[in-house]
């Protein structure tokens, strides 16, 4: 009965299946949070875990079938490292090494030249969450004083049960989709710790309904655009035969519209960990806050002239975990650069073992090289300065912006294509613009810096 159901809801929203299930499941969020408040929140640490980890499963099963147990397999063997090894690096690289491991051949043997939604879509969420699990157990086992205050919070000081690792892997707030959260803050949603009314559900209705209006809002605007831009597009005669500045105005439009398929998914999500009770984040100048979850900052997304701003308010949970597990703890490189690259190449291969997301990784690290030497050279010249607070700013904004999102949108093309042929058919459509760009611009940085800087201000940043 639900599957032809489905079926006619797909095709009246124009939508795969698979996509209508994976939003279906995202929205069943909101009931299962209710119910939560309503009925469980004075249970048991095991019923309330217990109803998690069904009600994931539940959805999980709605969206993927028998193919769950990929995720059920990986939960357990992350539940026997840390029981039998104990808090050593061996756990630490041992799951790191068979949930990567594990999530690559889940790539290798699944990978279409297409955008799929099947099981390995959620699984990489979970596989940072699990690799995550086992950086926080082993960080329980330090002295305080080694670590930090980031670790400190999320540090474990004692072996979770595997009813805790269930619930915490499959909670319906970010099985899906994410966003990633730690092991202490679940266990402390467990204990009705994460509430403005200390012993009573949290009053976040009202957040929460912000957020999932917000996000069904991009919802919408994907569903109304997103037949216009689709990606399709770029592989046909027409788009070819259509002058230069259309072209590249596409590709500005299109990432505009395709990011909302993702900002629209993690909006709506963290409004169900807003409802919960997970999205609580404490007390900020006398209010309460609500963004312990946000993957989005939705209005400095839109209005960040540059694009450290736009990549800084884009998943964000993903980039702290990214940042905290990874980079952080490369610092025994002793090189901010060689950290940086490792942690992209770590990214590269969460993302899939297609060619388009090294692209876009290598991409993106070469545009925000030459973005910051940029910022240096406005903020070291008087004259540049001088124009950047001038009445001229609304006009040189505007100006950035097109530049901007346009530069947003290039790096976008491999990542949404894929494949090898199908990226480099765009790119030699568009002269590989964005590469042209940056490359001259970052050749030119070294000239423009000694014609607008002052040799005596170069030689004092020199001393610096």
């Given at each position: 009965?639900?599957?032809?159901?489905?079926?006619?809801?797909?095709?009246?929203?124009?939508?795969?299946?698979?996509?209508?299930?994976?939003?279906?499941?995202?929205?069943?969020?909101?009931?299962?949070?209710?119910?939560?408040?309503?009925y469980?929140?004075?249970?048991?640490?095991?019923?309330?875990?217990?109803?998690?980890a069904?009600?994931?499963?539940?959805?999980?099963?709605?969206?993927?079938?028998?193919?769950?147990?990929?995720?059920?397999?990986?939960?357990?063997?992350?539940?026997?490292?840390?029981?039998?090894?104990?808090?050593?690096?061996?756990?630490?690289?041992?799951?790191?090494?068979?949930?990567?491991?594990?999530?690559?051949?889940?790539?290798?043997?699944?990978?279409?030249?297409e955008?799929?939604?099947?099981?390995?879509?959620?699984?990489?969420?979970l596989?940072?969450?699990?690799?995550?699990?086992?950086f926080?157990?082993?960080?329980?086992g330090?002295?305080?004083?080694?670590?930090?205050?980031?670790?400190?919070?999320?540090?474990l000081p004692?072996?979770?049960?595997?009813?805790?690792?269930?619930?915490?892997?499959?909670?319906?707030?970010?099985?899906?989709?994410?966003p990633?959260?730690?092991?202490?803050?679940?266990?402390?949603?467990?204990?009705?710790?994460?509430?403005?009314?200390?012993?009573?559900?949290?009053?976040?209705?009202?957040?929460?309904?912000?957020?999932f209006?917000?996000?069904?809002?991009?919802?919408?605007?994907?569903?109304?655009?997103?037949p216009?831009?689709?990606?399709?597009?770029?592989?046909?005669?027409?788009?070819?035969?259509?002058?230069?500045?259309?072209?590249?105005?596409?590709?500005?439009?299109?990432?505009?519209?395709i990011?909302y398929?993702?900002?629209?998914?993690?909006?709506?999500?963290?409004?169900?960990?807003?409802?919960?009770?997970?999205g609580?984040?404490?007390?900020?100048?006398?209010?309460?806050?609500?963004?312990?979850?946000?993957?989005?900052?939705?209005?400095?997304?839109?209005?960040?002239?540059?694009?450290?701003?736009?990549?800084?308010?884009?998943?964000?949970n993903?980039?702290?975990?990214?940042?905290?597990?990874?980079?952080?703890?490369?610092?025994?490189?002793?090189?901010?650069?060689?950290?940086?690259v490792?942690?992209?190449?770590?990214?590269?291969?969460?993302?899939?073992?297609?060619s388009?997301?090294?692209?876009?990784?290598?991409?993106?690290?070469?545009?925000?090289?030459?973005?910051?030497?940029?910022?240096?050279?406005?903020?070291?010249?008087?004259?540049?300065?001088?124009?950047?607070?001038?009445?001229?700013?609304?006009?040189?904004?505007?100006?950035?912006?097109?530049?901007?999102?346009?530069?947003?949108?290039?790096?976008?093309?491999?990542?949404?294509?894929?494949?090898?042929?199908?990226?480099?058919?765009?790119?030699?459509?568009?002269?590989?613009?964005?590469?042209?760009?940056?490359?001259?611009?970052?050749?030119?940085?070294?000239?423009?810096?000694?014609?607008?800087?002052?040799?005596?201000?170069?030689?004092?940043?020199?001393?610096?």
């Amino acid at each position: 009965m639900a599957a032809p159901l489905l079926a006619n809801l797909s095709e009246s929203l124009g939508s795969p299946e698979p996509a209508v299930r994976l939003m279906l499941s995202i929205l069943i969020g909101y009931p299962c949070a209710l119910v939560y408040r309503k009925y469980l929140f004075y249970q048991t640490a095991t019923v309330i875990n217990l109803f998690h980890a069904i009600s994931g499963l539940a959805l999980a099963a709605f969206n993927f079938g028998p193919q769950i147990y990929h995720s059920a397999v990986c939960v357990l063997v992350q539940f026997l490292m840390m029981r039998l090894m104990g808090r050593t690096i061996t756990t630490v690289l041992s799951s790191f090494t068979f949930q990567m491991v594990y999530l690559l051949a889940g790539y290798y043997y699944t990978a279409t030249e297409e955008y799929d939604i099947k099981w390995t879509m959620p699984h990489c969420v979970l596989t940072l969450k699990l690799v995550g699990l086992s950086f926080d157990y082993y960080d329980g086992g330090k002295e305080p004083s080694q670590l930090s205050a980031e670790q400190k919070k999320a540090a474990l000081p004692s072996v979770p049960s595997l009813l805790e690792v269930c619930g915490f892997s499959y909670f319906y707030g970010g099985f899906l989709v994410g966003p990633q959260f730690t092991l202490r803050s679940y266990q402390k949603l467990v204990a009705g710790e994460l509430t403005d009314s200390p012993g009573k559900p949290p009053n976040s209705v009202t957040p929460a309904m912000k957020r999932f209006a917000l996000g069904f809002l991009c919802l919408t605007i994907y569903t109304i655009f997103s037949p216009y831009y689709p990606d399709s597009y770029f592989l046909t005669d027409e788009y070819e035969a259509q002058p230069f500045w259309y072209r590249c105005v596409f590709v500005l439009i299109w990432a505009k519209v395709i990011l909302y398929k993702y900002v629209s998914c993690w909006v709506i999500a963290e409004g169900v960990c807003i409802l919960s009770g997970l999205g609580y984040n404490g007390v900020v100048d006398g209010e309460h806050r609500w963004d312990a979850c946000a993957n989005m900052k939705v209005w400095v997304f839109e209005t960040a002239p540059l694009f450290g701003g736009t990549i800084s308010s884009f998943n964000i949970n993903t980039n702290a975990w990214v940042a905290r597990h990874v980079f952080k703890r490369l610092k025994f490189l002793g090189n901010k650069t060689l950290s940086h690259v490792t942690t992209l190449l770590f990214l590269t291969v969460w993302h899939g073992l297609h060619s388009g997301y090294l692209l876009c990784f290598s991409m993106e690290f070469f545009i925000i090289t030459v973005e910051r030497q940029a910022l240096a050279l406005v903020k070291d010249s008087p004259l540049l300065t001088k124009l950047a607070n001038s009445p001229l700013y609304p006009l040189i904004y505007l100006v950035q912006q097109f530049f901007h999102w346009l530069f947003m949108g290039y790096p976008l093309v491999p990542f949404c294509l894929f494949t090898f042929d199908k990226w480099l058919k765009v790119y030699t459509s568009i002269y590989f613009c964005g590469h042209v760009f940056f490359l001259v611009a970052y050749l030119a940085m070294p000239h423009l810096r000694k014609a607008l800087v002052p040799k005596k201000e170069r030689s004092e940043i020199k001393q610096d």
